[in-house]
């Protein structure tokens, strides 16, 4: 059978990417032999193509794609809508091409990070969390825990205008929550927080074994650290909070989340969560 459904990955760099390897399973899965999922690579600026890229899906009659660093925020200007929640986070990680030919951005970051931790049996809405980070997952999954019901956000950033930012653009939306401010250091100042979140970029393999925090930071045994990084699967950060025994949770499970939803939107059918994991977990 040929193939006749093409679905993207826009990014730079993608070759490394284990999305691919996840959806092409997932497509496996479901008996869907005329779907294939690619790596689209679109160069950062200065000799950005992501206009020609975005608006060469539907030229190219291409189903879907998503859309990963640094393309997120970009993309939206060439797009003929955004679904609430994309519009509300102000980024999109996937597009699909309805059947007139529009193409609509979606993003399933924050709601792929929720049913990473509904797996893992942890209900948010009562929680006190801390955001680490205020970048564009920061940003998704702030979003994704105050529309779940959680009323009490720390956002600790390096460049503390950043996370004032998320937070002025969700508390009239969200006016009983609670949504703080401050910098990295200022976590020290959070010890009764039930689940902390690392959304920066340090712990990467790029980043050695440095922590978003100080090591003289310490957690207790009733608190989660999730980190939203997968790869490598323990960084430094849950190394540590692990050695306190804090219960650490890494992002895998969000990915396979996020990338399951996409799946959905673009099939219309229930992804094969199982399977992608499993592909995902290979990839790395
Ligand atoms: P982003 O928008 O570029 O944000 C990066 C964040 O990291 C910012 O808050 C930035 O702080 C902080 N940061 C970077 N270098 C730092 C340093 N040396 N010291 C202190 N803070 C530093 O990136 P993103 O899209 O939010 O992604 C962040 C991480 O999440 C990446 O590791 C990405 O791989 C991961 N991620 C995982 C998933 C998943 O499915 N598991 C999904 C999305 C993203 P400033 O604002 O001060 O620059």
């Not at 049913?115 to 994704?144: F, N, W």
């Not at 999730?226 to 306190?244: C, E, Q, S």
Request: hydrophobic share 45%; glycine share 8%; with cysteine.
């Amino acid at each position: 059978m040929g193939i006749k459904n093409i679905v993207g990955l826009i990014g730079w760099p993608v070759s490394h990417s284990v999305s691919p390897g996840m959806q092409n399973r997932a497509f496996l899965e479901l008996g869907c032999h005329d779907w294939l999922y690619v790596p689209m690579p679109v160069a950062t600026s200065p000799n950005s193509r992501i206009k020609e890229a975005v608006l060469g899906l539907r030229a190219l009659g291409i189903v879907g794609a998503n859309v990963t660093v640094p393309h997120k925020e970009a993309v939206l200007p060439y797009l003929d809508d955004l679904s609430d929640m994309a519009k509300a986070i102000g980024a999109v990680n996937t597009i699909a091409i309805d059947n007139e030919g529009r193409l609509i951005g979606h993003n399933t970051d924050g709601l792929g990070f929720i049913s990473d931790l509904v797996e893992h049996d942890v209900d948010p809405k009562g929680m006190q969390v801390v955001v680490l980070g205020a970048g564009g997952s920061a940003r998704a999954i702030t979003y994704a825990l105050l529309s779940h019901g959680c009323q009490n956000i720390t956002i600790l950033n390096r460049t503390k205008s950043k996370a004032n930012d998320i937070a002025f653009s969700f508390r009239d939306s969200f006016k009983n929550a609670i949504i703080k401010t401050d910098t990295l250091a200022a976590i020290k100042d959070t010890p009764s927080a039930d689940l902390i979140i690392n959304t920066t970029s340090i712990g990467l393999k790029s980043t050695g074994d440095q922590m978003p925090v100080d090591k003289d930071v310490h957690f207790t045994k009733s608190q989660i650290v999730y980190d939203l990084i997968y790869n490598p699967k323990m960084t430094t950060f849950l190394k540590h909070a692990a050695k306190d025994g804090a219960r650490t949770i890494n992002g895998l499970g969000m990915l396979v989340h996020q990338g399951a939803l996409a799946f959905a939107i673009w099939t219309k059918q229930k992804a094969p969560v199982a399977a992608m994991k499993e592909a995902a977990l290979a990839a790395l």
